[in-house]
């Protein structure tokens, strides 16, 4: 019954019925949901107005992450386990070249309510960015910018983005060699006027699942390389490194990954995070140690 017409999301419709594709399609339903539950994205505390259900502002950029977030979404919200509401955006900045019919085609086709809406970010960008410099970072923000004002208007609770595990773990990772810091992109944040949710419901899901699962549904992708700005990237060179670690030692992404969820603040050097002033002999017990730090000798 798992793909019987009648008891599944048109997303799903024609979805291969090999055994390899319905255990990668469960893989990503169950990461997805347990991201959702494990950083309370549909808690209920702080919604607007009482027994009025959340919504979500799903942002599509029509690639394959983003196709990959929004049938995940609609699989849950199919089966019950996700009470919210859905409204898909795509935020067309006028690239040139954007198939801008693609994605209201599929929408409408997939019974997904939509906006889709045209703000011409690009030529800001062009006018602003020195030549030969990358404009992801004020296209990002002026993108940004753009989807929190509809997401007011709409009425939405959160603006829900398709980041996977990968983004996260290259995030942490340019921020270690070329930020300073120990920082990555949350799965839950509010944004900085604080009405706002920012989610990241594939914060578990690996970027190469994503890509096969999109491919194996034929969703029609649309390139994030239309401003033709993606080459040399300091996060293309990141993902090279982990690239090559990963093919060293398979699982080693997912190691790293882990360890973002099991910070040590004191075995850091960050005094905003431990007290090293008020550490004291005897204040600590050996038991309170993590036993898989090794002693010193």
Known sequence: ???????????FHGAPSSASFKKLRKRIVRQTREAIEQYGMVDRAGAPTEGKRDKWLVCLSGGKDSYTL????????WRGLLPVDLLACNLDQGQPGFPSTVLPEFLERMGVEHRIEYQDTYSI????????????????????????????????TAVVLGHHRDDILETFFMNLFHGGRLATMPPKLVNEEGDLFVF???????????????????????????????????????????????????????????????????????PKLFDFNGLALGSVKFEQIDPEIPKLR
């Open 200 to 270: 990241r419901p594939l914060a578990h899901v690996a970027e190469a699942d994503c890509e096969k699962f999109a491919r194996d549904m034929n969703y029609p992708i649309i390139p994030c390389d239309l401003c033709g700005s993606q080459d040399g990237l300091q996060r293309q060179q990141v993902k090279q490194i982990l690239d090559k670690w990963e093919k060293n030692s398979p699982g080693r992404r997912q190691v790293m990954f882990r360890s973002l969820m099991n910070v040590r603040p004191s075995h850091m050097l960050d």
């Open 125 to 156: 960008v062009k006018d602003k960015v020195p030549a030969g410099r990358t404009y992801c970072a004020l296209c990002s923000r002026l993108r940004r910018g753009n989807l929190y004002r509809i997401a007011r208007e709409e009425g939405c």
């Open 1 to 11: 019954m798992l793909d019987d017409l009648d008891d599944i999301h048109p997303l």
């Open 70 to 77: 929004l049938a995940a979404l609609y699989e849950l919200k």
